[in-house]
């Protein structure tokens, strides 16, 4: 749950900026949002958790 709403808040901040930058105009922007929402209720959302679980934890398991 934590890296699901840190991911969502991470993607609407970068959408946010894209915005303001002027390189995402309204209408791509609500489209991009409306594909995220409909894609999560598919059946390919658990695959997609599962790869975006595996890719947060392999990046903390990165030592520096």
Do not use: Q, Y
Not at 11 to 26: E, F, Q, T
Not at 44 to 55: Q, R, T, Y
Request: proline share 3%; no cysteine; net charge positive.
């Amino acid at each position: 749950m934590a890296i699901s709403l840190s991911v969502v808040l991470l993607l609407a901040i970068i959408l946010v900026v894209l915005m303001r930058g002027g390189s995402l105009k309204a209408g791509p922007a609500i489209v991009a949002v409306l594909f995220g929402f409909f894609l999560a209720s598919t059946g390919m959302a658990p695959s997609i958790n599962k790869f975006l679980d595996s890719l947060a934890e392999t990046i903390n398991n990165i030592n520096f």
